[in-house]
């Protein structure tokens, strides 16, 4: 038996071996299908993605903006109403910024509660500023409304202190001054009595609403009693001055001393005076005689 010989890829076919068939011809190949878009679908996964792959999670929704606003302003109205609450002519409007303060603070409490705001602690301390600031204006505007409606007050002692008297000067602290000249008497027997006034001050003045009583020797006279040559009516400005005389008819004729109460304006408050009444006054009432007597000076004495 012949040994193997090694196998040797360069030596030559060897003619006395049977020749091999060549392989039967290759059929037509038949077409793929088309593969739908994606991968296939998984039992236990969703469609389109491969197998062993779990399902995305649902998109998370985007929280709510908070709602701020009211705790924001209800501070800064509470901060404004506390710096400017102790300003006496602003305390009408920092009233009305200290109560809104309030309201804003309680709202924006409530919301930070329900979680629907995150500045609770800003809504807290405009509420407390709001309050503070609320108070002190409460206060000061109930002292204005009785500044602002409280008579004009004499400032002179002549008319407050003490009666006034003929040529005294009564100053209200408006820059009004009045005087009262010497009563005099008229031809009827009654007493005639004349009031000047003069505005030193730098605004007008109104007169509607003067009023003057008068009693004669601590006997009121009645309002018929009093009447007015001259009213005072209408507004005196700065730098005039105006007069009003007025007849009284004493009650019982003859008197010694006439008192004055005059309120020259609704605004003003009331001065006094205390005349010397002159001799031979009285005289129609009861049946005699009477010089008829002059007014007073015109003008205001400087």
């Given at each position: ?62 929280p709510p903006m908070p709602r701020n606003g009211m705790g924001t302003s209800s501070l ?138 008068a009693a004669c020797d601590g006997e009121a006279v009645p309002g018929d009693g009093v009447e007015p040559e001259q ?72």
């Amino acid at each position: 038996m012949a040994a193997e010989q090694p196998y040797n890829p360069f030596r030559p076919p060897d003619a006395s071996a049977a020749a091999v068939a060549p392989p039967p011809p290759a059929g037509p190949v038949a077409p793929v299908p088309p593969q739908p878009y994606g991968y296939p679908a998984h039992p236990g996964g969703p469609a389109g993605y491969p197998p062993g792959w779990a399902a995305p999670y649902p998109p998370v929704p985007y929280p709510p903006m908070p709602r701020n606003g009211m705790g924001t302003s209800s501070l800064v109205l509470g901060v404004v109403a506390a710096a400017l609450c102790w300003t006496f002519i602003l305390s009408v409007v920092t009233l009305v910024l200290g109560v809104l303060a309030v309201i804003f603070g309680v709202v924006g409490l409530r919301r930070a509660r329900r979680r629907e705001a995150t500045n609770g602690g800003v809504a807290r301390g405009g509420l407390w500023t709001g309050v503070g600031s609320a108070a002190v204006s409460a206060v000061l505007t109930v002292l204005l409304f009785v500044w602002a409606l409280a008579p004009v007050p004499v400032v002179s002692a002549a008319g407050a202190d003490f009666l006034a008297d003929t040529g005294d000067q009564v100053a209200f602290d408006d820059g009004l001054v009045v005087v009262a000249d010497a009563p005099s008497v008229n031809a009827d027997g009654g007493y005639s009595v004349r009031l000047r006034l003069a505005n030193e001050g730098d605004e007008d003045i109104a007169l509607d609403g003067s009023r003057l009583t008068a009693a004669c020797d601590g006997e009121a006279v009645p309002g018929d009693g009093v009447e007015p040559e001259q009213r005072l009516t209408g507004v005196l400005r700065p730098g005039e001055t105006t007069a009003a005389g007025h007849r009284i008819a004493c009650p019982g004729g003859h008197a010694e001393i006439l008192a004055l109460d005059l309120r020259p304006g609704d605004d003003h408050e009331t001065a006094y005076w205390e005349l010397d009444l002159p001799s031979g006054g009285g005289a129609g009432d009861n049946g005699g005689s009477g010089d008829g007597g002059g007014g007073g000076s015109g003008g205001l004495d400087a």
